[in-house]
């Protein structure tokens, strides 16, 4: 059993840069595929990151290169650093360790933390 809190969120102007964190409480985390995961307004959940317990990283492909994860393990911390932020980036944030594309049905359940609110707007 594993639990997530996510922090770092915040209300920005289009153009500026947030960097999410998610502390991971339990055991090994090191060896954990980790994601982070949004839900824009009125949308479901759904990938947007991920990091292999190697270090190998996939983006979703709508984010242009603006987002980076990355991962310490020493901190059991996941982290998003997002630029160039837009207001189609607007959601809550949540990190996992589970592998879908789309957060539905029974996947809606389980180890979810609290989230954090982007919002971007001028």
């Known amino acids: 059993q594993v639990q997530f809190v996510e922090s770092g969120g915040g209300l920005v102007q289009p153009g500026r840069s947030l960097r999410l964190s998610c502390v991971a409480s339990?055991?090994?985390?090191?060896?954990?595929?980790m994601a982070w995961y949004r839900q824009p307004p009125g949308k479901l959940r759904h990938w947007v990151a991920g990091?292999?317990?190697?270090?190998?990283?996939n983006y979703l492909s709508l984010l242009e290169g603006r987002f980076t994860i990355s991962r310490d393990n020493d901190m059991n911390t996941l982290y998003l650093q997002m630029n160039s932020l837009k207001p189609e980036d607007t959601a809550v944030y949540y990190c996992?360790?589970?592998?879908?594309?789309?957060?539905?049905?029974?996947?809606?359940?389980?180890?979810w933390g609290p989230g954090t609110q982007v919002t971007v707007s001028s």
């Open positions: 339990g055991s090994d985390f090191s060896s954990r595929k």
């Open positions: 996992n360790d589970i592998d879908v594309l789309v957060v539905e049905g029974s996947y809606a359940d389980g180890s």
């Open positions: 990091i292999t317990a190697g270090g190998q990283v």
